[in-house]
């Protein structure tokens, strides 16, 4: 099975919130999860449809494989580092604010 993938790191949002996404697209064949990922409200569909389509594009320049014929293999997000900042509360102490970052990984693979 010929597969292609796509890594996008550093993306400014929570894993958890970026895994309801995923989890909407896990098993589909591309041009349902591209459609899905389009139409979902969800912050995290938008930023996985660009990783979906960089995979498709991977896929159809070294695997010479057609987009129909493309199905998600796999749907990966894993934490990335943590942005950790302080937010001032009252009488001179501070909470912690976690500002967290996921990597989405795509490998898409071309159905037999």
């Known amino acids: ?7 996008t790191r550093y993306v400014r949002i929570s894993p958890r919130k970026a895994r309801y996404a995923a989890d909407l697209i ?10 899905q990922l389009m139409y979902s409200k969800l912050r995290g569909g ?3 449809k660009r990783t979906l389509d960089s995979a498709v594009a991977n896929a159809e320049t070294q695997i010479e494989a057609k987009r129909e014929e493309l199905k998600i293999y ?4 894993d934490p990335g580092p943590i942005l950790r900042r302080a937010k001032p509360r009252s009488r001179g102490s ?3 604010v976690n500002k967290r970052t996921s990597h ?3 490998i898409v693979a071309k159905e037999s």
């Open 74 to 77: 796999e749907v990966r997000v």
């Open 46 to 48: 938008r930023l996985l």
């Open 94 to 96: 501070s909470v912690p």
């Open 26 to 35: 896990r098993g589909l064949s591309v041009e349902k999860a591209s459609l």
């Open 1 to 7: 099975m010929k597969m292609a993938k796509a890594i």
């Open 104 to 106: 989405f990984t795509i």
